[in-house]
């Protein structure tokens, strides 16, 4: 089986997505949705975020398995995150995008969040699962049957 190259990771389309949504924040506020000090509840989503992805990474890297996605996977990881959601990952980073876009508190640092979930749904998982399937077969399907997508 063929893996599909792709250069730019997830991590790497988080800081591209940060980055416009702090240029859209900054220099294109439109309007403030969430006044302070109620934008600091963004730290929930942003610290949630980032120890869901931290963590599910770990647990690939206990299993032995990369994180690296489209590299072949050597183990189906389905224990700790991954009980509650096939991409914890990339859950997280749409989290940390999220808390960030709250933290600033304007409608242009939302604007990137759902062009991130965008990208990670259609370049990366929608193209995974094949990819997993192709591995790890029933047990995957199985796993696709019990466990949701995102949430």
Do not use: C, Q
């Not at 929930?44 to 990474?57: K, N, Q, V």
């Not at 489209?70 to 995008?97: C, D, H, K, Q």
């Not at 995974?128 to 997508?149: C, H, M, S, T, W």
Request: charge should be positive; glycine fraction near 8%; proline fraction near 9%.
């Amino acid at each position: 089986m063929t893996t599909p190259v792709r250069w730019v990771l997830p991590p790497v389309w988080l800081l591209l997505a940060l980055a416009v949504s702090f240029v859209l924040d900054r220099w294109f506020p439109v309007m403030r949705l969430v006044p302070a000090p109620w934008n600091y509840l963004g730290l929930i989503p942003l610290g949630f975020g980032a120890l869901m992805s931290l963590t599910a990474a770990l647990s690939f890297r206990r299993a032995g398995t990369s994180v690296v996605p489209f590299t072949p996977s050597t183990a189906l990881v389905t224990e700790g995150w991954f009980r509650l959601t096939r991409n914890p990952m990339y859950l997280g980073l749409a989290l940390i995008l999220g808390g960030v876009a709250l933290i600033d508190g304007t409608l242009g640092a939302f604007l990137p969040l759902p062009v991130l979930i965008a990208i990670l749904h259609l370049r990366f998982i929608k193209v995974e699962e094949p990819f997993l399937e192709g591995i790890f077969g029933n047990d995957y399907r199985a796993y696709k049957a019990r466990v949701r997508r995102w949430v």
